[in-house]
């Protein structure tokens, strides 16, 4: 798509802009109100301008912007505090992106069978139609073909096997391997969830033979499943080593965390790692905000709540358009449709009737609605995208 700004062309932005957003919608220059079911990718958790984090960052706006990792950052150790006493971890490292979040938990990883005596266990083995970011280690590390096209030979120390096979996992493993790592709801990939049986199953191969489990709960955490990790439905029995996390847990400010066990991160001293702008004050005291909405327990019922009744609503509209609609699928706030025609669209035909909606590998609509949004807005997305899949039956049917 042709574009004359000056804006790197490695995104196609369409003709609406916005401006402002309140709750659950955005707004352009014109006051045009649009619903917003996509929420910056699973980031607007809390919906836009929640007055909490508002006053979170223009609290810490008036303090101390930032401070240099050689010093201790107050509000860093107290939201590090939080997520221990919350999760299986013991150990955070803030990051600035969920991307580098992935990076130091596959450096945790590696270093964590080096210094247990194995600098030879360095392999991460990585599932098919996964999404970690997009840093040179990231894209080897998910694998996608088309996001590694001209850049180069592919970075060594990656296997990547079929997503949801035990088996071929079990294949993959030798003793040159560290660690597995995995989403345990793909988002990017297709709106795919792994069921907790699975879960446990990789737990334990991995106890079996001494690998560390990594989850990239970048989209799937902060709350997006009903839980505030989607791996604690599996209660205790599918904790990982590792965990990278971001989008939702800075509520749209920038910012991620690689959480680990103690054991994990025994290697991660001084010098080992560091980044300028991880885990400074304004990130943390936002970030420490959005925990707090995060783990209420209010809003957790709300995302169970209203993820069964949307569920149960996509479940409707498949019955009313199979011509449109092949699949309802994923987890808590996390849902997809797989369509029989074209998923981009199909999103932009929803745009064009004031809904956002994501769209996510293997021809599926991504919702990834604010966890805040309420059955009428429910109701008025699914209003809207009954008259869309009715405009979109007659399209071509989606091939490959
Ligand atoms: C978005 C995403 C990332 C990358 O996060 P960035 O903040 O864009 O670097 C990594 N993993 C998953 C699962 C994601 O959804």
Redesign the pocket.
Known sequence: MPQNDNIYNCYAPPAEEFVRGEGVYLYTQSDDKYLDFVAG??VNGLGHNHPALVGALTEQAGKLWHLSNMFKVQEGVALAEKYCAATFADKVFFT???????ECAMKTARRCQFVEGHPERYEIITCKG??????FA?INA?GNPKYLEGFGPALPGFINVEFGNLDAIKEAISDKTAAILM?PV???GGVRALPVQFLKDVRALCDEHGLLLIY?????GAGRTGKLFAHQWADGGADPDVM?V??GMGGGF?M?ACLATARAAEGMIVGTHGSTYGGGPLAMAVASAAFDELTNPDLMANVNKMANFMTQQFERLKQDHPEVVEDVRGKGLLIGMKLKKKALDVRNLARANKLLVGNAGDNVLRMAPPLIISEDNVRDAVAILDKVFTEAKDMDDFEG
Do not use: L, M, Y
């Open positions: 990718i699973a600035n992106s969920g991307a580098e979040a992935v996964a999404f970690h970011g997009r840093t990231t998910g989403e793909q988002g990017e990239d709960e970048v989209q799937s990278a971001a989008k920038p991620g």
